[in-house]
Protein backbone atom coordinates (compact mmCIF):
# COMPACT_ATOMS: atom_id res chain seq x y z
CA UNK A 1 0.00 0.00 0.00
CA UNK A 2 0.86 3.83 -0.82
CA UNK A 3 -0.28 6.56 0.80
CA UNK A 4 0.03 10.69 -0.44
CA UNK A 5 -1.24 12.80 2.16
CA UNK A 6 -1.90 16.43 3.17
CA UNK A 7 -3.59 17.81 5.91
CA UNK A 8 -6.60 15.50 6.76
CA UNK A 9 -6.92 13.88 3.31
CA UNK A 10 -5.12 11.15 2.16
CA UNK A 11 -4.36 8.86 -1.08
CA UNK A 12 -4.02 5.04 -0.47
CA UNK A 13 -3.07 3.03 -3.12
CA UNK A 14 -2.62 -0.97 -3.05
CA UNK A 15 -1.87 -3.89 -4.94
CA UNK A 16 -3.66 -6.86 -3.36
CA UNK A 17 -4.81 -10.65 -3.17
CA UNK A 18 -8.03 -11.22 -2.32
CA UNK A 19 -10.04 -14.33 -2.09
CA UNK A 20 -13.55 -14.18 -3.12
CA UNK A 21 -16.83 -16.38 -3.90
CA UNK A 22 -20.26 -17.16 -3.22
CA UNK A 23 -22.56 -20.28 -2.35
CA UNK A 24 -25.25 -21.72 -4.37
CA UNK A 25 -27.89 -23.87 -2.25
CA UNK A 26 -30.89 -23.90 -4.72
CA UNK A 27 -33.96 -26.21 -4.44
CA UNK A 28 -36.46 -26.48 -7.22
CA UNK A 29 -39.39 -28.80 -7.79
CA UNK A 30 -42.51 -28.98 -10.13
CA UNK A 31 -44.84 -31.85 -10.17
CA UNK A 32 -42.25 -34.59 -11.00
CA UNK A 33 -39.28 -32.48 -11.98
CA UNK A 34 -36.82 -32.18 -8.76
CA UNK A 35 -33.41 -30.52 -9.11
CA UNK A 36 -31.19 -29.48 -5.95
CA UNK A 37 -27.68 -27.23 -6.80
CA UNK A 38 -25.20 -26.97 -3.63
CA UNK A 39 -22.24 -25.60 -5.48
CA UNK A 40 -19.45 -23.24 -3.81
CA UNK A 41 -17.33 -20.60 -5.66
CA UNK A 42 -14.03 -19.75 -4.50
CA UNK A 43 -12.29 -17.06 -6.68
CA UNK A 44 -8.72 -15.40 -6.92
CA UNK A 45 -8.29 -12.24 -7.99
CA UNK A 46 -5.54 -9.55 -8.07
CA UNK A 47 -7.21 -6.17 -7.11
CA UNK A 48 -5.91 -2.81 -7.25
CA UNK A 49 -7.87 -0.39 -5.10
CA UNK A 50 -7.54 2.99 -5.25
CA UNK A 51 -9.46 5.65 -2.74
CA UNK A 52 -9.57 9.20 -0.93
CA UNK A 53 -9.05 9.15 3.28
CA UNK A 54 -10.05 11.60 5.44
CA UNK A 55 -8.24 11.39 9.13
CA UNK A 56 -9.76 12.59 12.51
CA UNK A 57 -5.82 14.27 12.78
CA UNK A 58 -3.90 16.18 10.00
CA UNK A 59 -0.81 13.74 10.73
CA UNK A 60 -3.20 10.58 9.39
CA UNK A 61 -3.58 9.20 13.41
CA UNK A 62 -7.07 8.20 14.84
CA UNK A 63 -10.32 7.29 13.02
CA UNK A 64 -10.78 7.45 9.33
CA UNK A 65 -13.03 7.77 6.60
CA UNK A 66 -12.45 6.13 2.72
CA UNK A 67 -14.18 5.55 -0.14
CA UNK A 68 -12.92 4.95 -3.79
CA UNK A 69 -12.81 2.19 -6.66
CA UNK A 70 -11.05 -1.02 -7.57
CA UNK A 71 -10.26 -3.10 -10.48
CA UNK A 72 -9.97 -6.71 -10.28
CA UNK A 73 -7.97 -9.24 -11.92
CA UNK A 74 -9.16 -13.11 -12.34
CA UNK A 75 -6.53 -15.46 -11.47
CA UNK A 76 -7.92 -18.88 -11.24
CA UNK A 77 -10.56 -20.31 -9.33
CA UNK A 78 -12.12 -23.53 -7.86
CA UNK A 79 -15.63 -24.87 -7.93
CA UNK A 80 -17.10 -27.42 -5.81
CA UNK A 81 -20.55 -28.64 -7.02
CA UNK A 82 -23.47 -31.39 -5.57
CA UNK A 83 -25.98 -31.42 -7.98
CA UNK A 84 -28.82 -33.65 -7.95
CA UNK A 85 -31.60 -33.84 -10.94
CA UNK A 86 -35.06 -35.99 -11.39
CA UNK A 87 -37.75 -35.82 -13.78
CA UNK A 88 -39.61 -38.55 -15.95
CA UNK A 89 -37.41 -38.01 -19.00
CA UNK A 90 -34.04 -38.62 -17.75
CA UNK A 91 -34.86 -40.15 -14.56
CA UNK A 92 -32.28 -39.29 -11.69
CA UNK A 93 -28.72 -37.66 -12.04
CA UNK A 94 -26.21 -36.69 -9.81
CA UNK A 95 -23.24 -34.80 -9.98
CA UNK A 96 -20.58 -34.58 -7.36
CA UNK A 97 -16.76 -33.46 -7.78
CA UNK A 98 -14.71 -30.34 -8.07
CA UNK A 99 -13.50 -27.80 -11.25
CA UNK A 100 -11.29 -25.08 -11.90
CA UNK A 101 -12.76 -21.97 -12.77
CA UNK A 102 -11.19 -20.22 -15.77
CA UNK A 103 -10.96 -17.11 -17.10
CA UNK A 104 -13.33 -16.30 -20.27
CA UNK A 105 -16.11 -14.07 -21.57
CA UNK A 106 -17.12 -15.87 -24.39
CA UNK A 107 -17.52 -19.69 -24.15
CA UNK A 108 -18.80 -22.22 -26.41
CA UNK A 109 -21.81 -24.77 -25.44
CA UNK A 110 -21.64 -27.45 -24.11
CA UNK A 111 -18.16 -27.19 -22.26
CA UNK A 112 -16.20 -28.59 -19.72
CA UNK A 113 -15.43 -26.55 -16.94
CA UNK A 114 -16.38 -23.41 -14.90
CA UNK A 115 -16.01 -19.90 -16.13
CA UNK A 116 -16.18 -16.34 -14.94
CA UNK A 117 -15.32 -12.99 -16.51
CA UNK A 118 -11.62 -11.99 -16.37
CA UNK A 119 -11.99 -7.97 -15.16
CA UNK A 120 -14.22 -7.14 -12.45
CA UNK A 121 -14.63 -3.26 -11.13
CA UNK A 122 -16.68 -1.22 -8.96
CA UNK A 123 -16.45 1.16 -5.71
CA UNK A 124 -15.69 0.63 -1.97
CA UNK A 125 -16.17 2.40 1.37
CA UNK A 126 -15.48 2.23 4.83
CA UNK A 127 -13.68 3.24 7.78
CA UNK A 128 -10.33 2.35 9.58
CA UNK A 129 -8.54 3.90 12.87
CA UNK A 130 -4.71 4.23 12.57
CA UNK A 131 -2.36 4.17 15.93
CA UNK A 132 1.40 5.14 14.76
CA UNK A 133 2.42 2.78 11.66
CA UNK A 134 -0.90 -0.22 12.40
CA UNK A 135 -3.56 0.45 9.94
CA UNK A 136 -6.82 -1.57 10.76
CA UNK A 137 -9.87 -1.30 7.72
CA UNK A 138 -12.99 -2.22 7.78
CA UNK A 139 -14.30 -1.72 3.90
CA UNK A 140 -17.46 -3.07 1.91
CA UNK A 141 -17.03 -3.42 -1.72
CA UNK A 142 -19.72 -3.57 -4.51
CA UNK A 143 -18.78 -5.23 -7.97
CA UNK A 144 -20.54 -3.02 -10.67
CA UNK A 145 -19.29 -5.73 -13.83
CA UNK A 146 -21.35 -8.68 -14.11
CA UNK A 147 -18.86 -11.72 -14.41
CA UNK A 148 -20.79 -14.32 -15.84
CA UNK A 149 -19.81 -15.18 -18.99
CA UNK A 150 -21.45 -15.39 -22.47
CA UNK A 151 -22.50 -18.99 -24.22
CA UNK A 152 -22.77 -20.16 -27.72
CA UNK A 153 -24.98 -22.84 -28.57
CA UNK A 154 -24.10 -25.25 -31.31
CA UNK A 155 -25.42 -22.97 -33.53
CA UNK A 156 -24.12 -19.46 -32.52
CA UNK A 157 -26.76 -18.22 -30.86
CA UNK A 158 -26.05 -16.93 -27.50
CA UNK A 159 -27.84 -17.92 -24.81
CA UNK A 160 -27.26 -16.16 -21.04
CA UNK A 161 -26.91 -17.71 -17.90
CA UNK A 162 -27.43 -16.07 -14.33
CA UNK A 163 -26.17 -12.80 -13.35
CA UNK A 164 -23.56 -12.09 -10.48
CA UNK A 165 -21.66 -9.38 -9.13
CA UNK A 166 -19.09 -9.36 -6.06
CA UNK A 167 -20.29 -8.02 -3.21
CA UNK A 168 -17.39 -8.23 -0.14
CA UNK A 169 -17.10 -7.15 3.40
CA UNK A 170 -13.73 -7.17 4.45
CA UNK A 171 -11.34 -6.45 7.40
CA UNK A 172 -7.58 -5.70 6.79
CA UNK A 173 -4.63 -4.76 9.40
CA UNK A 174 -1.75 -3.18 7.93
CA UNK A 175 1.77 -2.05 8.92
CA UNK A 176 2.92 0.97 7.26
CA UNK A 177 6.46 2.04 6.75
CA UNK A 178 7.47 5.38 6.59
CA UNK A 179 9.77 6.61 3.76
CA UNK A 180 11.02 9.85 4.79
CA UNK A 181 13.60 12.47 2.94
Do not use: C, W
Amino acid sequence: MAEARRGHLALQAAALYEQKGFRLDDEYKSGSDYSRQKDTYRLNYLTLPVQVVYTQHEDGQGVQILAGSYVGMLLNGQLQYDDYYQNRVIGELAFRGESKIKPASTIDYPSQGAYSQRFDAGVQAGVGYRYNNLLVQAEYSLGLRDLRPRYNDVNGNRFISPSYYNRVVQLSASYLFSITK
